[in-house]
């Protein structure tokens, strides 16, 4: 048996912690909605640690020359971890999003079959791997750190572990603030405890999703650390990556306690922070109706699909105000037109306003010069267009093609619309006769710093206008996952109107108290709260990112002096 796995150990060396790594980061994307295995992210990105920190530690032994520790042997180093860590982001990242593979057919676009086919799978496989350079920058760049920068030698008996999970949480949450700054977000590793890990989620009062991300790298890293300090696991050919026996294996017990403590010890704050009362005071008290529409995206530009929305809404406007609601959220896009007061007097709707005297907000496109803008327009009872709010966070590829003088003519446009969309301001905000509300449309659910800055500025509830008609039943799961989190975030109430679902209401401590079902046609009214308060991450942002920035750079310091 020693025989044969001497033969076996070069491809086995390569391919087995790829496929550890492959498979650890699914499991990761498993802890997302819809499967919603939330425990599972507080141990799947510790395998990676392992593999990563154990690439380091080879890669800076002692017993070998500086020209091959720096050189052929560095070199195939990081080719190991490069590769180790694109693997476990394409299984996160992969498994998370492969509901945007529900784009196809778009033969209703126009689009043939096999090139629907063939833009879905490119969407697919480019968004999954621009996230998993996220993790292959972390995983690289800390190698680079631990190799050059703080212990040239890495001498493994003198390495602090907990500096090693101080700078690599700092490089993740560094990276992820990173990532959400540019056009193309979705899956921070925070989002795979919503929506059902509340007590976690209440970490994001402090300091918005990086908290949250920083809890779960950290304890997956004294996890990893207490794996890689083991004991009585066989011979050291056995120890290495995952081979060692596991009958024999007995854990550090000294990063075992930190790893279980500080999940704890985080669990035990959230929960506080989750059990605080909502104080609620009648003159705040706002009833708010929602309708989901329910026109497939197959009909919706068509003459049925404009009759059935016009119909629908309606319908739902009237019978909604007859209840007693004092506003209505209809989804993105209800009304697929662009919508002035002209036309709006020529609608069903616009009379039922006018009959009814209740505030809608309405779904619809805008114009702004040439182009069209997807907004949420205020209406007031009296027929007028009181104030709106236009996309600011536009969905690349979606509602429009990323330097397209030079991809225009290969990338076939997935908007349904003729027209260029217009991104809207990014600091504008939403005034209505109920007071400043907190406005997201669609793909923004997934970007906290939008909803923070409007927060801050005074926003006192969240409204969210989404269709979702155009992906699998994973999408709009996912999307109310991000909404609980963005209400958790900013103590605020937050109302969820979607074409074919999820639509919701979810209070400020994220319990969702309604939730429609999927393409269905449905219309609610709850009464939510009008909120003036202000949470840590509303009052300063995510402070969290450069303070563990700022510690790990201080704490290598004095680790390398010391060494």
């Keep these: 048996m020693r025989s044969l796995f001497k033969t076996l150990q070069p491809s086995w060396a390569v391919f087995f912690p ?22 599972l992210a507080w141990v799947a990105l510790a395998p990676l640690w392992v593999l990563v920190l154990e690439t380091s530690k080879n890669a800076g032994n002692p017993t070998l020359s500086p020209g091959a520790r720096f050189g052929r042997h560095r070199l195939l180093s990081a080719n190991s971890t490069f590769l180790n860590s694109l693997a476990w982001g394409i299984g996160y990242h992969g498994t998370a999003l492969f509901w945007i593979t529900g784009i196809h057919p778009m033969t209703w676009m126009g689009v043939p079959w096999l090139a629907s086919l063939a833009i879905a799978i490119f969407c697919w496989v480019f968004i999954t791997l621009w996230g998993a350079a996220l993790v292959a920058i972390w995983s690289t760049c800390l190698v680079w750190i631990l190799d050059f920068g703080f212990w040239i030698g890495n001498d493994k008996k003198k390495i602090s572990g907990w500096v090693c999970v101080i700078i690599g949480t700092a490089l ?7 990532w959400s700054a540019g056009p193309l977000w979705w899956t921070s590793v925070s989002y795979t405890q919503s929506p059902h890990n509340l007590a976690i989620l209440h970490l994001g009062q402090l300091s918005g999703p990086s908290a949250v991300t920083a809890a779960i790298v950290a304890v997956n890293g004294l996890i990893a650390e207490a794996w890689m300090n083991r004991t ?48 609620q005071q009648p003159a705040d008290a706002l009833k708010v109706g929602v309708i989901q529409g329910n026109i497939p995206n197959t009909i919706k530009l068509y003459s049925e699909g404009g009759r059935r929305a016009i119909e629908g809404y309606t319908t739902g406007y009237r019978t909604l105000a007859d209840q007693g609601a004092d506003a209505i959220l209809t989804p993105e896009t209800a009304l697929p037109f662009v919508w002035t007061e002209e036309n709006l007097q020529h609608s069903s709707l616009y009379q039922a306003i006018l009959d009814k005297g209740v505030l809608l907000w309405l779904g619809g496109f805008g114009q702004k010069g040439l182009s069209f803008t ?12 009181f104030s709106h709010y236009d996309k600011a966070k536009l969905v690349p590829l979606g509602e429009y093609i990323p330097f397209e003088e030079f991809l225009g003519g290969f990338i076939n446009r997935l908007s349904p619309l003729d027209a260029h969309l217009a991104a809207g301001s990014a600091n504008q905000l939403l005034d209505t006769p109920f007071g400043r509300a907190i406005v997201g449309i669609c793909y923004e659910s997934a970007f906290a710093q939008h909803f923070r800055r409007q927060a801050a500025q005074g926003g006192q509830f969240i409204l969210t206008a989404s269709n979702n008609a155009h992906y699998s039943p994973s999408m709009p799961a996912q999307h109310h996952a991000q909404d609980v989190m963005r209400a958790i975030e900013t103590d605020r109430w937050a109302v969820r109107a979607t074409n074919t679902g999820y639509s919701g209401i979810v209070d400020p401590h994220g319990r969702t108290l309604w939730m429609s079902g999927i393409n269905t046609y449905e219309i609610h009214a709850a009464t939510i709260d009008r909120r003036q308060t202000q949470t840590p991450y509303v009052r300063w942002g995510d402070w969290l990112t450069p303070v563990l920035l700022a510690v790990a750079g201080a704490v290598g310091l004095l680790n390398s002096r010391a060494r």
């Design 18 to 39: 790829l496929g550890i790594a492959l498979t650890s980061g699914i499991f990761m994307g498993l802890a997302a909605a819809p499967v919603s295995a939330w425990p």
């Design 172 to 178: 993740w949450c560094g990276l992820e603030s990173l």
């Design 232 to 279: 009585n696991a066989g011979t050291a050919e056995d120890k290495k990556f995952f081979s060692a026996p596991l009958a024999s294996v007995r854990l550090n017990n000294k990063y075992l306690r930190l790893a279980v403590g500080l999940l704890l010890s985080l669990h035990l704050a959230g929960f506080a922070l989750y059990s605080r009362p909502l104080t």
């Design 374 to 385: 997807n907004s949420l327009f205020t209406v007031t009872g009296t027929g007028e267009i």
